[in-house]
């Protein structure tokens, strides 16, 4: 029985309720996988919010360490899963750097399409799973359409559409097959007439701006903080992008703008990943026309082992954030030390600092935009 | 002695019966088909191909799910209030199918009240209306506390919280075609739109359009559907108030949602669109759409059917458009807007009213 202390009036619940404590998730319509909240309620007012990690944890930076590095790049497809092919480039990128391979052109160009088509679908389940959160379901259905092609386009390249495993340290394991190219140009030449269908369902709709604009603010400050990267440091007015910032693969010959937005809310956070589609159409095309003949693998040797002494740091931009790999050589065929640096888990530590204060549906909203993947998170 | 006794059993209780059965069954199909076409349309706007595995274009689909919520085990929690579990699913389904008694889905006869189109006029029929649908909200709110679910009881009291408010300008709107007709009967409603020459919904321009759009828009709340659907916002309470509920427990209240569904869209069709009554029926020369040569009556039921189904299909275009309120913006909106708007219309038809008098 718990004492209710009546002479304390300056609690406005009524009957002196205390707060409710909520476990949201980890099995939860809204937490995309597995994350779990443990949320302080007021009614509908979250007092506080504590998120629990963990629950996806497979040890994949000890696994890491047991393979040679080309037998890594695989697990690196499990950490942020709906987006393989960046966490590929920025492990073999970071391998690459540690063992002084330079790749040849025509698989640097592969792999800049490659990254730039994840992007597009990694924002597109993005799209879908944000704007079913929020409650309009349509989106969601005409998202996965196209996610649909570029998901074709990625097995036809290398037969996976999830786990791609498609970069290998020095190059690339396959040429792209026949037709690709003209059907990627097909797919990229229509797709802006798409985001303009979801942004006529979205953008100027007035429930989803009510449910977004002001929603979830993460101010510039807080931001570089919590280390945040990605989409909702640019929603957050900080135009930082690893690629302008750190050209990697042929991003330096690109012509694409950095969309940023200054309102710091979770409608801004939107408008950035629409306008990162849009950019990306323009990088794939690019590389599509720019294309150059040549071989695939640089010349390297059959086993390849890191110097005795060296470490490494190599970042790429991930549609979620910067995805970065630490790795530390010690003169075997494997890693000493690999670790990741995924974004959702630099992105998601931010969420109690959006969201307390907010409604139960606020947080809904803010989980959305912080597009966050528990594989990365718990790696 | 006999003779009357005869006559009267079978005007007063045995064509009553039969008729509340013919209700009761044509009204349980049209929920069945109303989930199914719900989900063609949907598939239709979102490129997909619905159900059609099932029958040809898949319209068994309805039988095949009720089949199969019926062989689900009924799960009660732990620690469940379970009376309250129990009785609220039928709180919500018994008010939605009882008001179907007062809604004339066709004309009355000059035979006689045995062959009209309606179970029953009663002349208080929009109070009892009013009335009856306010005892709904106790069963979502009953099942939500009632589950021992916190989601639930979240979703419990979403739900009470925005029935009632809704119940408000609902109420309001409601006395607009009130106030144009002068009787509380449903069927003297209908035919006070036939003697005036015109639906209520373009009676006392603009205020009789403003009347029917702020009942649609609560009507929409009060069933709890997109973009109001927030006691079982799926994203935000898992299932709101009926998280813990399944089998044919958790398919009365789908039924229920879908008997409010069409209790909400048969009162705007009587009231606001003419019930019966074919288009502008003060217009001679259309005289042919009361498709003469049908049976007596069959006509006018077929026009409140096809109202009812665009209705229906509104319903089911919001639910693919929209994105959903958030809770205090829905009761803004209510409050805010719905009510004083509500009251404008009224006070507005009544100034009108005593004017033309």
Redesign the interface.
């Known amino acids: 029985m718990v004492e209710v202390d009546s002479s304390d009036l300056s609690r406005d619940t009524l009957f002196g309720v205390e707060e ?1 404590e ?1 476990n949201f998730g980890p099995q ?3 937490t995309h996988g597995v994350l779990r909240l443990k949320l302080k309620v007021d ?2 007012r979250i007092v506080d919010c504590y998120p629990v990690i963990g629950y996806l944890h497979r040890g994949t930076e000890k696994l890491f360490e047991l393979h040679p590095f080309f037998q890594n790049v695989p697990h690196t497809d499990r950490l942020d899963y709906v987006a393989a092919a960046t966490n590929n480039l920025a492990y073999v990128g970071a391998v690459e750097k540690l063992l002084g391979i330079v790749v040849p052109p025509r698989a640097s160009y592969i792999r800049t399409l490659l990254s730039e088509l994840q992007r597009i679908s990694s924002h597109l389940l993005w799209l879908a799973t944000h ?8 989106p ?3 998202t996965f ?1 196209e996610r649909e092609v570029v998901l074709d386009l990625f097995e036809e390249y290398c037969g996976a559409r999830l786990t791609l495993n498609c970069m290998r340290p020095g190059g690339q394991p396959y040429d792209l097959p026949v037709g690709w190219v003209e059907r990627c140009a097909e797919f990229v030449g229509g797709f802006p007439e798409k985001i303009d269908e979801y942004e006529g ?2 953008t100027e ?1 007035r ?2 701006k ?2 977004t604009v002001g929603i979830g603010i993460l101010s510039p400050e807080m931001a570089l903080d919590y280390a945040v990267t990605g989409p909702m440091l640019r929603g957050s007015g900080i135009g930082l992008d690893v690629r302008k910032a750190m050209p990697y693969e042929m991003y330096d010959q690109m012509d694409f703008d950095v969309p940023v937005f200054y309102n710091c809310d979770t409608y801004d956070r939107y408008l950035v990943r629409m306008e990162e589609m849009r950019q990306s159409v323009r990088i794939v095309q690019q590389c599509l026309e720019k294309l150059p003949e040549g071989p695939l693998m640089a010349k390297r040797p059959r086993v390849l082992k890191a110097p005795k002494e060296g470490d490494v740091y190599h970042a790429v931009e991930a549609p979620k954030g910067e995805i970065g790999f630490y790795i530390v050589g010690d003169g075997t065929p494997n890693p000493h030390r690999c670790r990741g640096r995924p974004p959702s888990f630099y992105n998601i530590q931010v969420l109690p600092e959006m969201v307390v204060g907010g ?4 947080l ?1 909203a803010v989980i959305g935009t912080t597009d966050v993947v528990l594989g990365a998170v718990d790696r | 002695m006999v003779e009357f006794f005869g006559e009267t059993l079978y005007v007063y209780a045995v064509v009553p019966f039969l008729k509340i059965i013919a209700a009761i069954v044509v009204v349980l199909t049209i929920i069945a088909y109303t989930t199914f076409a719900e989900r063609k349309i949907l598939g239709f706007l979102q490129v997909r191909m619905g159900p059609n595995r099932v029958g040809p274009w898949g319209l068994l689909q309805p039988i095949a799910d009720v089949v199969k919520l019926l062989g689900k085990e009924d799960v009660i929690p732990n620690r469940a209030v379970v009376w309250a579990y129990v009785l609220a699913p039928c709180l919500v389904v018994g008010p939605a199918l009882l008001i179907l008694s007062v809604i004339p889905f066709g004309p009355p006869s000059s035979a006689g009240p045995a062959s009209s189109w309606f179970i029953t006029d009663v002349n208080v029929g929009l109070l009892l209306v009013v009335a009856i649908a306010s005892i709904g909200v106790y069963g979502l709110l009953l099942g939500g506390w009632a589950s021992n679910n916190k989601f639930s009881m979240m979703g419990g009291l979403r739900a009470a919280a925005q029935m009632i408010s809704y119940e408000v300008p609902q109420g309001f709107s409601l006395v607009v075609p009130l106030l144009m007709a002068g009787t509380l009967s449903l069927v003297g409603i209908v035919e006070a739109q036939l003697t005036q020459g015109r639906w209520f919904i373009f009676g006392f321009f603009p205020f009789g359009l403003l009347a029917f759009f702020i009942y649609f828009v609560s009507g929409v709340a009060e069933s709890n559907r997109n973009p109001f659907d927030l006691p079982e916002a799926e994203s935000e309470l898992v299932a709101g108030f009926h998280t813990e509920y399944s089998g044919m427990r958790f398919a009365l209240f789908f039924l229920g949602e879908y008997a409010n569904m069409i209790v909400i869209s048969a009162v705007a069709v009587t009231l606001f669109l003419g019930g019966w009554l074919r288009p502008f029926p003060n217009l001679e020369w259309l005289s042919f759409l009361d498709l003469g040569f049908l049976p007596p009556g069959l006509a006018g039921f077929l026009w409140f059917l096809i109202k009812l189904l665009v209705f229906l299909f509104v319903y089911i275009w919001f639910r693919g458009t929209f994105p959903r309120y958030r809770f205090d913006q829905l009761m803004d909106l209510g409050w805010k807007w719905l009510i004083p708007a509500a009251l404008l219309a009224v006070v507005a038809t009544s100034i009108w009213k005593v004017a033309l008098l």
Not at chain 1, 131 to 138: C, E, H, R, S, V
């Open positions: 409710m909520i939860h319509p809204a009614g509908e704007a079913i959160d929020i409650g309009a379901m349509t969601f259905f005409y359409r369902l979205l709709n429930i989803w009510k449910r409604r139960i549906a606020d809904i």
